[in-house]
């Protein structure tokens, strides 16, 4: 059969003005997607959609002849296939729009009926397999208001219901500073914006960094407060939004209403499995800006390519905590814990249910074990009932509900007897959603196929009306397989056939050599190189019953299908509940399966401020080392004890590791898990601060140094008593005094002003004598051993300071020449000499003035020394020369005034 034309039937210059009429019409109503236009078994797509679905899909683009149009580029793909097709043309970025013919082409009088049934957008995936696993696929909408500066962000992954929306900014807040935050952690797959928000020249450029460029503007009748509140009651069914908590925040409604308005029209009806929505107030999780998600490698690693990446390369990300702490078994589970960890608690009570639920899972080995293994049968029960309530859920997508359903008593019963109020609240939440399982297990057959419409989908007693067609088509075939045996016993022709096609339906066929044998009644159908086909009107008659049981059989399966989707769809609520308490289960028993394996402790959460650590481990980099046993380290921070610390010790002796991970530690508690020590006490932190490593910004213009100022004045700007800071080589972008004078003013701050836990690695070991100056400052070392030339890493982490880098010992350990590496003693020693002179001669200075020397006012003009020093070229000297003169004027003092 040739693909593109009606009923699948070639594709004719008859039909194909008005066709192309119908095209074009439908395209202007989408010019901004691909069109998928259903002509038979294909979607076409032509003209300029043609030549991009050719290019992006590696299919092949051919032309039609379209009356008046003449020929036009054309290329196409089968309709039972298109899932695959569409996903990568969104994963590209495109918008396609779904054509189908909405009418039965044999009953049409002419033109075929077509409408738009569906608008893929990169935000709108239902497509299993193309959308990430343990990863959420949000589309967000923006919101803003001029006058007040505040932002409405709403977020909805469609694929599984998650609708959540909020205000930024206002009441001094930073409200551009939190979009670019909450954009970073959503990575949206699409957004929808305000215009007013893309004609804001400071948050265009929010957006524009987020996005690569400002995104295309929604209509803004969908914004408009009144509107969207309109769409919203509306669309749940109620009086007003009280219960959702964003009745008096009018930009949390525009962002929400707005994106449930754009979801009417690209899906064409209401998402009915969005059920509820829910609006964030600020505070109510640790806040963590993308440095710090970034420098912590919380779900993706610094260096994707480095060998902590290679190590065990997997959804969640090797290298990452969450690649750590990520053992759950189910997908809503793995999404849910992401969200943990991006998101740790700030709230004491709620801290401490869920550490209570893990230390209970931790406790009860057996329990958890059988708990995962159950959890093991779980499918995507979110995205599942999303495809269901979307009409896009196939027979098997139905029987993974079922059988997911099933396993829900078994749970609700093991959980009975659980001690942890959240565990408690997961068992009652357990609904096993007894009409579902019970309906598709009557319905459907055990292995139905992949396609809707090829009938096979009713089990066997369900319908009688099925069972009938089923019996008629069945009882044709017999009889036609029997005709086959008799024809051949009556005519004497062994070799006779009877078969079927499209075309000319049922046949028997005769081969050349036995065409003296057919029989008078026998009527001729076509004829081919070796045989020729016919008919009897006997065969005819049958073939109709049989065409008609079975066209009938297939319309019908395909009716029962739809009904009893549609009936599941209308419990997606009740379903949906289910799964997010199977989530919250699975995302509890993976802490604490990796709190038992890893040997983890659960840690005392207060109110107080304050980190008391005892051996302590990084939870990603001990699990990664290896022939290098991790040493424990401890750390004690805020109460009674100094709330700053400055760290000094060599590169490569672990002074950003052990910073990294009280960071983790204090956040990992925080997010409800067990954590990498021997015991812990932590203060609940309300924002993590980092400021790790060198990198710039090309694109942007801004270097490293700038970079680095950027995000420190961020963490001064925004940092509390409650915060937790990390600050590793402040001031190494500039020059030497420049950036020891920037540390050591950043410093002074924080102590002085903020207040907030720091952890200050350094090298400017002139920074330790702020443990002396400031009251609150302790210093500690990471301790080295030398041994002749040669230094060993202890890794400990002790009270002092150290006064050297040992940076030539650690460049030769990197591989430097040796050449290389004996120069730069014989340089470095220089250096510490003309250092050691330029140190006597200031205090040789200093002991004469205070000797009593009494310079004369009417002294004669300056001596000879500083004669020469006033001549001397300093813009041109190095500064090697520049200290080996100071060593030769030094001497000359010395000796007596010249």
Known sequence: ?????????????????????????????????????????????????????????????????????????????????????????????????????????RKAKGLVRRDITRVVTPGTLLELGALPEKGNNYIVSVAYDPSTKIVGLARLDFSTGEFRTAELGGNGRDGLGELADELACLEPAEVIIQPAAGEDPALGRVLARAFGSVPAPYRDQAYRPAEAARVLTEHFGT???????????????????????????TQGAAPAHIRSLRTDTRGTSMGLDPATRRNLELVEPLRPGSALSRAGRGSTGSGTLLGTLDLTVTAAGGRLLRAWVLRPLVDGEAIRERLDAVAEMMEHG?????????LRKVYDMERLTARASAGTAGARDLLALRDSLAVVPAMRDALERAGSSLLRRVARALDPVDEVGDLVGRVLVDDPPAGLKDGGLVREGYSEEVDTLRGAASGGKAWIAALEADERKRTGIKSLKVGHNQVFGYYIEVTRPNLGLVPAHFERRQTLANAERFVTPELKEREAIILGAEEKLKELEYAIFCDIRSRIAREAGRIQATAQALAALDAVLSLAEAGHRYGYSV????????LVIKGGRHPVVERLRTGEEFVPNDCTLGGDDASFAVITGPNMAGKSTYCRQVALIALMAQMGSAVPATAARIGIVDRVFTRIGASDELSGGRSTFLVEMSETANILGHATRRSLIVLDEIGRGTSTYDGLSLAWAVAEHI??????????????????????????????????REIGDDIVFLRKVSRGAVDRSYGIQVARLAGLPSEVIERARQLLHELETASRGRAE????????????????????GPSDIEKEIAGLDLVNMTPLGALTKLHELQERLRKGPS
């Open 1 to 105: 059969m040739e693909p593109g034309g009606e009923g699948g039937q070639p594709l004719t210059a008859d039909l194909a003005t008005p066709m192309m009429k119908q095209y074009q019409r439908l395209k202007a109503a989408h010019p901004d997607a691909l069109l998928f236009f259903r002509l038979g078994d294909f979607y076409e797509m032509f003209f300029e959609d043609a030549e991009i679905g050719a290019r992006e899909l590696e299919i092949t683009l051919t032309s039609r002849t379209t009356g008046a149009a003449g020929r036009v580029p054309m290329c196409g793909i089968p309709y039972h296939a298109a899932g695959g097709y569409l996903s990568r043309l969104v994963e590209k970025g495109y918008k396609v729009a779904i054509c189908d013919q909405v009418e039965d082409p």
């Open 239 to 265: 009086p007003s939004l009280e219960a959702y908590g964003c009745a008096e925040s009018p930009m949390a409604v525009a962002a929400a209403g707005s994106l449930v308005t754009y979801l009417k029209e």
């Open 366 to 374: 057996l329990v958890r074990a059988d708990l995962r293994t159950a």
């Open 603 to 610: 840690p005392e959460v207060v109110e107080e401020p304050g």
């Open 751 to 784: 102590v002085r002003r903020v207040r907030a836990i720091t952890l200050f690695a350094t090298h400017y070991h002139e920074l330790t004598e702020l443990e002396t100056t400031l009251e609150g400052v302790v210093n500690w070392s990471i301790s080295v």
């Open 841 to 860: 001669a200031a205090a040789a200075l200093e002991s004469r003035a205070l000797g009593g020397v009494q310079v004369s006012l009417f002294e004669a």
